[in-house]
């Protein structure tokens, strides 16, 4: 009896005490909504919240939380920017080495101007006439070309725009998967060693890693680069598609010891590259510094831009013809004008430099036509994510593609877009040491060289279905582009034959 009256009592209590706790909670948000309501509308600087006290905090929540959902549960397969739902499970299948293959039917519309449509052939290449896609050699007259059978590499990401888990999966998987690791223009590091994979040291316009202290090229520094076995290329970095005519930009929170340490710049300050090299403002001297890194590397060396005027590579061409072949830069790489960034103005990101799409057949007309196609290798860069845009770029002219956001997606990008905040919740683009647990850069590794193998292999595929041998094989009148009539022409057509 008194054990029932001690639970009763205990029981009481207890009720009485969620009750007093439940009003005084009630009592606390009562509290904070009129102090928030009072708040609201007597300050100026908000409409919406003045209007609509209280409530209109809801918006800012809403728009935050969309964000996130919106990939999840409201934006179609097709529907997301820059990359869309179908094309990043596409990275992701592939990437995890699994199934890759899709059920019942394209969920792709085909009647967007500017759709690609490869042109198959009745008589596809039987798999036992497929072969390999031949190496290219790029610097012939250098003392040490470079071969490369790869047709998909990793595009410049530099150490500081990504992590150093990220780098050295890269590193790792390049290396498994045979192609090579371009090192954005953050300079050489450790991570990017790693894996002993080929490497493209990119000069950028702050020549990080290979600066002298008022930021000119330390040709000193630049031998010693050129020293490492495992470089094989010089990329000089003219523009870049997200952000043509600005440096790069890493924000201060990401310019940590060591990367300040590597670049040869200040800590935590952020690290803002000039927005052009300063001793090259015109053809010749873009040639003359090819042509003194060559000397000083003694390796290929070429230059990447985005394509907006085109006059000039006019000129180079010209100016290539009267110095003598041997003066070319080694490969051009075309950038499109919707490349991907770790930080770049909106504007810019958005509006300036023509794409990819445009740019390649362009570049390589003039290059026809001046007899240099073959002398200049060159390589196509922008959201060549998928088989049929790499296959598009082996059409369009392309002798190499790279991808940068496709290597993202492998390494377990989520398009969270928030490369330049280092809060990547996939530890990709963070110097934040708890997000970098989540990246193991054993297993991304194994990713990354899976996502070469299933690019290589099922832009293969698209080939063998046009017919050709292997995709180094592909031509303009492999595809076809749907016009603004709903109709498509071949891309022959669009871009004719030139002479040479
Ligand atoms: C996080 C990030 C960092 C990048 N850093 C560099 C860089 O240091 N140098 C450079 O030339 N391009 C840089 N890029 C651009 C890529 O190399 C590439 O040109 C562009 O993203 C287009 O290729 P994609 O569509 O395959 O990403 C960066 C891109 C991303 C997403």
Redesign the pocket.
Known sequence: MEDLDALTKVTMDGLSFLATLFVFVVGLVALLVVVVFIVDIFQSKDAVRRNFPVLGHFRYVFSKMGEFFRQYFFAMDREEMPFNRAEREWVYASSKGGDNTVAFGSTKTLTPVGTVIFINCPFPTLDEDSVPPPPITIGPHCDNPYETQSIINI????FG??SQPAVRALSNGAKKAGCWL?T???GLSPYHLDGGCDIVF?I?TAKYGVRTLDGALDLEKLRAVAERPEVKMFEL?MS???KPGKG?ILPAVKVTPEIAEIRGIATHQASISPNGHHEIRNVPQLLDMIELIRETTKKPVGF?AVVGAYGWLDNLCKEIEARGIETAPDFITV??G?????AAPMPLMDNVGLPVKEALPMVADILTRHGLKDRIKLIA?????TPAEVAWAYCAGADVA?????F?FALGCIQALK?NKNTCPTGI?THDARLQRGLNPKDKAVRVANFVERVRYDVGVIAHSCGVPHPRALKRYHCRIVQSSGRSIPLDELYPPVAA
């Open positions: 595009s410049g990401m530099s725009a990504i371009n954005g223009e953050g990119q950028g970095k870049q598609g997200a790069g990447k950038d499109s919707d490349g991907g960034t770790g860069s922008g959201k060549l994510v790279v991808s940068a956001r496709g993202m490369c683009t």
